[in-house]
């Protein structure tokens, strides 16, 4: 009993000392989380009206740059998974830095919308998921007490990213142009190798010598035969069990149920702030000011995270995250129709600042909640296979937005549908866990039926007995003096 209690005590030091060596990274890593994640929209949000007079395009064709980006962001998740098994965080997020800076300063170079889709879209895209879901999976690790503090930290290089951005954005468009800007964004992104390369190994405490996510290749465990195409499908079949969570989506009902309510809230979810800027200028609003908006956003997420953090980290929240993430969620989508009312400064002033602080919430505890839904081993393909499914509705929600605007002319419409997509994915959220737990708590804890007492077990802990058959009636002294040495 004493050695239990020894060796968890520690445990609880050296996930402390962990806790407390990684706290200054995860600094780091919130700052290129948000460089990532805002980046992509903020940038298209400033530079749209550019790019549609520049190629000559509708909101739908200019729409999908952002919508190809953010899906691959997304769809990405398995092969960024591979990538972190077979080199590591750290590589994979310096790979990842390279692919979004040369994707970036190559758009600066393209002729064509079509080339705008493949080097801002696709190879920007896969370098933002390159460098976004590791960090996010090596937070899971690095924290396990103060998981909820470490996310929110940690998201607050969202909000850095909201408020600095906007403002250079602006800057960079009035002295360079979308080209010139988009040439200098692309050389900001290459700091994500430096950001990726401060990223503390993991260590496992059974084994000291050998990391968690090492930075050399694995070494194959077994040689599996080739050239059979049974063995090619039981292959696919592990890779896609390992990397993709299929099993947990059929047989986990709180992450089945977490996931159908996630892919559904990012169809409305990032539409906003691609159209917050042209929705502001279409509506005689300086583009400075508009951009102005933007870092407000970025200050409200920046004042509240932190605080929601310690927040969240009091013992009453523990097991009530998911509630307060739906209520946010409600609250970030019911913000939405507040563009519908005016378009003024002081209106829009009045949004951002709603829209904030519910989206401190959501980003804070996302994570959070995913990972409450399931084993921490699991984490990364879970993660994977959440990242495809909001990949579709990512790809498809702007330029549904688009075709909106081409037919309506009206840009609050847009405002108005995702008020009702993110909403109801909120109350959806809420009252499908509600009625999981409440189903939990109205099954009785099933009681095993008490073993009857043997005779010939002479220790009530031993469930050892002989029972003699007909056969053996001589026998029957013997088998209990051996029954009696036995115990």
Same mark, same amino acid.
């Given at each position: 009993?004493?050695?239990?209690?020894?060796?968890?005590?520690?445990?609880?030091?050296?996930?402390?000392?962990?806790?407390?060596?990684?706290?200054?990274?995860?600094?780091?890593?919130?700052?290129?989380?948000?460089?990532?994640?805002?980046?992509?929209?903020?940038?298209?949000?400033?530079?749209?009206?550019?790019?549609?007079?520049?190629?000559?395009?509708?909101?739908?064709?200019?729409?999908?740059?952002?919508?190809?980006?953010?899906?691959?962001?997304?769809?990405?998740?398995?092969?960024?998974?591979?990538?972190?098994?077979?080199?590591?965080?750290?590589?994979?997020?310096?790979?990842?830095?390279?692919?979004?800076?040369?994707?970036?300063?190559?758009?600066?170079?393209?002729?064509?919308?079509?080339?705008?889709?493949?080097?801002?879209?696709?190879?920007?895209?896969?370098?933002?998921?390159?460098?976004?879901?590791?960090?996010?999976?090596?937070?899971?690790?690095?924290?396990?007490?103060?998981?909820?503090?470490?996310?929110?930290?940690?998201?607050?290089?969202?909000?850095?990213?909201?408020?600095?951005?906007?403002?250079?954005?602006?800057?960079?468009?009035?002295?360079?142009?979308?080209?010139?800007?988009?040439?200098?964004?692309?050389?900001?992104?290459?700091?994500?190798?430096?950001?990726?390369?401060?990223?503390?190994?993991?260590?496992?405490?059974?084994?000291?010598?050998?990391?968690?996510?090492?930075?050399?290749?694995?070494?194959?465990?077994?040689?599996?035969?080739?050239?059979?195409?049974?063995?090619?499908?039981?292959?696919?079949?592990?890779?896609?069990?390992?990397?993709?969570?299929?099993?947990?989506?059929?047989?986990?009902?709180?992450?089945?149920?977490?996931?159908?309510?996630?892919?559904?809230?990012?169809?409305?979810?990032?539409?906003? +702030?691609?159209?917050? *800027?042209?929705?502001? %200028?279409?509506?005689?609003?300086?583009?400075?000011? #508009?951009?102005? $908006? /933007?870092? @407000?956003?970025?200050?409200?997420?920046?004042?509240?995270?932190?605080?929601?953090?310690?927040?969240?980290?009091?013992?009453?929240?523990?097991?009530?995250?998911?509630?307060?993430?739906?209520?946010?969620?409600?609250?970030?989508?019911?913000?939405?129709?507040?563009?519908?009312?005016?378009?003024?400064?002081?209106?829009?002033?009045?949004?951002?600042?709603?829209?904030?602080?519910?989206?401190?919430?959501?980003?804070? +505890?996302?994570?959070? *909640?995913?990972?409450? %839904?399931?084993?921490?081993?699991?984490?990364?393909? #879970?993660?994977? $296979? /959440?990242? @495809?499914?909001?990949?579709?509705?990512?790809?498809?929600?702007?330029?549904?937005?688009?075709?909106?605007?081409?037919?309506?002319?009206?840009?609050?419409?847009?405002?108005?549908?995702?008020?009702?997509?993110?909403?109801?994915?909120?109350?959806?959220?809420?009252?499908?866990?509600?009625?999981?737990?409440?189903?939990?708590?109205?099954?009785?804890?099933?009681?095993?039926?008490?073993?009857?007492?043997?005779?010939?077990?002479?220790?009530?802990?031993?469930?050892?007995?002989?029972?003699?058959?007909?056969?053996?009636?001589?026998?029957?002294?013997?088998?209990?003096?051996?029954?009696?040495?036995?115990?």
């Amino acid at each position: 009993m004493n050695l239990r209690k020894g060796s968890k005590v520690a445990g609880d030091c050296d996930s402390l000392q962990m806790e407390s060596k990684t706290s200054e990274q995860t600094h780091n890593i919130g700052q290129k989380n948000g460089e990532i994640m805002e980046s992509e929209e903020v940038e298209n949000g400033i530079f749209y009206a550019d790019l549609q007079t520049e190629f000559q395009a509708s909101n739908q064709e200019t729409s999908w740059v952002p919508s190809i980006m953010t899906s691959v962001l997304h769809a990405g998740g398995p092969f960024c998974s591979v990538m972190v098994e077979r080199f590591g965080c750290r590589t994979t997020v310096m790979v990842g830095g390279v692919l979004s800076g040369l994707g970036m300063a190559a758009s600066s170079f393209t002729h064509t919308i079509t080339e705008l889709y493949v080097t801002a879209g696709v190879i920007t895209g896969l370098g933002f998921c390159f460098s976004f879901q590791p960090a996010v999976t090596i937070l899971g690790h690095y924290f396990m007490r103060r998981r909820g503090f470490a996310n929110a930290m940690s998201s607050t290089g969202t909000a850095l990213g909201l408020c600095t951005l906007p403002l250079l954005g602006n800057y960079l468009h009035t002295e360079l142009g979308w080209r010139g800007s988009f040439l200098v964004l692309g050389a900001v992104l290459l700091n994500c190798c430096v950001c990726g390369a401060v990223m503390r190994p993991l260590w496992s405490h059974r084994h000291r010598g050998q990391p968690l996510m090492n930075h050399g290749p694995l070494q194959p465990e077994e040689e599996k035969p080739k050239g059979s195409m049974r063995a090619l499908w039981g292959g696919l079949k592990a890779a896609l069990h390992h990397h993709m969570a299929f099993d947990l989506l059929c047989n986990n009902l709180r992450y089945r149920v977490f996931s159908v309510g996630i892919t559904w809230m990012m169809l409305g979810f990032l539409v906003p +702030l691609i159209y917050l *800027v042209p929705y502001a %200028t279409a509506h005689d609003m300086e583009q400075s000011r #508009a951009a102005l $908006l /933007l870092s @407000i956003l970025g200050i409200v997420n920046i004042m509240v995270r932190p605080s929601i953090g310690l927040l969240f980290s009091l013992p009453w929240f523990k097991g009530r995250y998911i509630y307060v993430f739906s209520a946010a969620v409600l609250m970030n989508g019911l913000s939405n129709s507040i563009c519908c009312i005016d378009a003024s400064f002081h209106v829009l002033l009045v949004y951002v600042v709603t829209y904030g602080l519910s989206m401190s919430v959501v980003g804070s +505890l996302m994570f959070t *909640v995913l990972m409450d %839904t399931l084993d921490m081993s699991r984490f990364p393909a #879970a993660l994977g $296979l /959440l990242a @495809i499914m909001e990949s579709v509705t990512l790809l498809i929600g702007p330029p549904l937005a688009g075709i909106l605007v081409d037919r309506t002319g009206e840009y609050f419409y847009v405002f108005f549908a995702c008020s009702a997509t993110v909403a109801s994915s909120a109350v959806f959220l809420m009252v499908s866990f509600y009625c999981l737990d409440r189903k939990g708590q109205q099954v009785p804890p099933q009681v095993s039926p008490p073993k009857l007492a043997s005779v010939n077990n002479v220790v009530p802990q031993c469930q050892y007995s002989s029972v003699p058959t007909k056969g053996d009636k001589d026998k029957a002294s013997d088998s209990e003096t051996g029954d009696v040495s036995c115990l």
